[in-house]
């Protein structure tokens, strides 16, 4: 079973609109960690923002906002005011703390595309 | 923090040829971790380094994949035999024990078996 599911492989948004990529997990862990990259066209993976499996509180860093929801085990990334310089792919990503030692799993990615 | 290096950026090589592949870490990062991204794939883990060990390897990781970090501080990627399904991005990741934050990734080597 895929650890970490991303459902839409492109998406498109209006300049200075709000987007929200999907994500769902897998795990048995009660301890883990949920991450968003983005992955310019230039290949780096640049870390956006964390939320732990006992945050209780949803994760905010700027304009990028996690959707939280543990019972539905999803993890959803809101990019507030889209700017041009936010098309990219962006990734999920979770590690387990107990389970599988130190290793991220990441999803198969979602491709945005902010429309001027 | 001058971030995570890797070299070469690029590199096309000859099926059957070797390659080696360098990451320079973030120099107090302790961790160390090569993943390989390809076409419309998330990155996936091959291997991981706590200082100079490797405490874990991916079953992706062929007998013709070695991965060495000598002292702690570096870290070196060889293929052997490249085959063609080697064509890949390969990223080097560091992180320190810090709860709670990802690693940081360097701009990867992208490597074309022709």
């Known amino acids: 079973a895929q650890k970490i599911t991303q459902t839409q492989p492109g998406m498109f948004v209006q300049e200075k609109e709000a987007v929200t990529l999907d994500c769902t997990y897998d795990t048995s862990d009660q301890s883990y960690g949920l991450f968003w990259y983005k992955q310019p066209s230039s290949g780096e993976m640049i870390f956006l923002i964390y939320?732990?499996?006992?945050?209780?509180q949803n994760a905010t860093e700027g304009r990028y906002s996690l959707n939280f929801q543990k019972a539905r085990k999803s993890t959803n990334l809101v990019i507030s005011a889209s700017q041009l310089g936010d098309s990219a792919m962006y990734f999920c990503?979770?590690?387990?703390?107990?389970?599988?030692?130190?290793?991220?799993?990441f999803g198969t990615g979602t491709s945005l595309t902010v429309i001027p | 923090d001058t971030g995570v290096s890797q070299n070469p950026r690029h590199k096309i090589t000859k099926r059957g040829q070797n390659v080696t592949f360098r990451c320079d870490p973030i120099s107090e990062h302790n961790r160390l971790y090569w993943y390989r991204q390809t076409l419309g794939q998330g990155p996936e883990f091959l291997t991981y380094f706590q200082n100079e060990a490797q405490l874990e390897k991916s079953r992706l990781l062929s007998d013709r994949f070695s991965a060495e970090r000598p002292k702690g501080s570096f870290s070196t990627l060889e293929i052997q035999r490249t085959e063609q399904g080697d064509s890949a991005m390969y990223l080097c990741?560091?992180?320190?024990?810090?709860?709670?934050?990802?690693?940081?990734f360097g701009s990867g080597t992208r490597l074309t078996v022709v």
């Open positions: 990503a979770m590690r387990e703390t107990h389970s599988t030692g130190n290793q991220f799993y």
């Open positions: 939320q732990g499996s006992y945050d209780e």
């Open positions: 990741a560091s992180s320190r024990r810090n709860r709670g934050y990802g690693y940081t």
